[in-house]
DNA sequence: TCAGCTTAGGTTGCATGCAACCTCCGGTCA
DNA sequence: TGACCGGAGGTTGCATGCAACCTAAGCTGA
């Protein structure tokens, strides 16, 4: 998917993402740019480019003395990054009913959720297809925006994925980790799936909203069980982001 | 506004988007960075990074052969980014009545809303009371996403405010120019505001939330009005951005 | 006349040097 | 003992030089 010769910009920008979302740099930490140019083998004129871009997407917070640090989210934060996809996804299927083409346009969100289905067939249940259903859901929500025909919501979406705990499968592997198994969280996504879908076909946009609202919700009570054990966070994408308790300075990394 | 001296980056970013929207740039130009770094004073190096922020804020579009083009919007984009604002501020209302501390909390609303009520005094209806509705106005919306206590839904907002078009006052202008005063759609919009503001107090969540949507669409038959006239487009700020017409390629390039 | 090649000009992306700034530590004085 | 001050080190923000790239014009040949 890259048409071009990565850039120096663009793999300053990739390490950066990766080094915050692996919880290489700590939240709070300010980041050192010569230090990052020896890291990731750049010079600092791309280097400087991708903090700032990652600082758009709200990954770092530029310091008022200059420079950046790795930013700190709160519970409420995370929870209302979730909400708001919710609220996307809501308007997103709502335009969808209103605006697919037919049931032609809507093969490949049909097919996508058929897909699904096989792969919670009970003989096919197996953690090698744990990948996969994360690449299909992301797929099918992805599908919906497509549908919706809206680019300025298309933008909006992909900017509030941009927090890695915010996205569609974010917390399967949370959930796989407490219960042992992913299939009752799936087996309940997937239903909403369907109902989403026949909403859809049906052009009922009211419905649509109310049922992708629901699924989004159902991710903000995933975040509730992680809560409730510890270290579930651990599992989480770029849940090293995320600062427990009341303390900022103790996420800081003071130690 | 600029506690610290104003950097050369921001200088550029501040030039650079008024050129944009005072369309001393023309959509789909390509962008000269010899050209703007004489135009602005600045050197390349923060000019880059202005540019780069710019196109995160939408306002231009990288090129596949590097550097970047003025980005031209569709209708439909336009409208579906006005949509977006009303989706953004239905949720802000709906958590606001969910989230509001009391009436305390609520003195910031209503008095903006008590200052808009007074502007529209049969007595006080002057021209010269244009600019202060609009900052009244934006900072009502403001105060919204400020209750609503999400600050994921105030970036989201932010960003969505970063084309010019889809401010909470950008067709005021438009409406003065068409029907010769402001009054009527203004008094429209005050109604809308005082029903937002009851079912906030009320801790109607699902009304509020309708209501700031059917805020927002009043925007939008602003913006159908605006279309049946000549040069009407003219008078909205960013205005010169939209591209008319068939040539939907032109305006299709979105990432 | 038109397609294809060549070359010159201009542009972008990147690397690096420099000056101003902030931070931090040690010393001094009340 | 505690607060204040000064200097050294390190860091950021900015300016500029260089090489690779894209673009476009002009020439050649069929």
Redesign the interface.
Known sequence: MS??PISQGLAATLGLRQMIIDGELVAGDRLSELALVQRLGVSR?PL??SL??LE?E?LLESL?AGGFAVRAFSI??VA??I??RG??EG?AARLAALRHGGLPDLAELVGLAAQIDRLLLPDRAGVDDFGLYVELNERFHNELFRLA????????YQ??LA?PF?APSAFIAVQTDLSGSWYETVALAQQQHRELLEAIELRDGARAELVAREHASLARSNLDDALRAEHALDKLPGGTLIRLGGDAAEAAGVG
Do not use: F, K, W
Not at 149 to 156: E, K, T
């Open positions: 048409p071009r004129t400087r480019l700032a871009q758009h709200g008022p409420q934060q209302d990054a909400d708001l609220v996307l308007s025909c809206s680019d300025p919501l298309s933008d909006a900017r509030a927090l915010a």
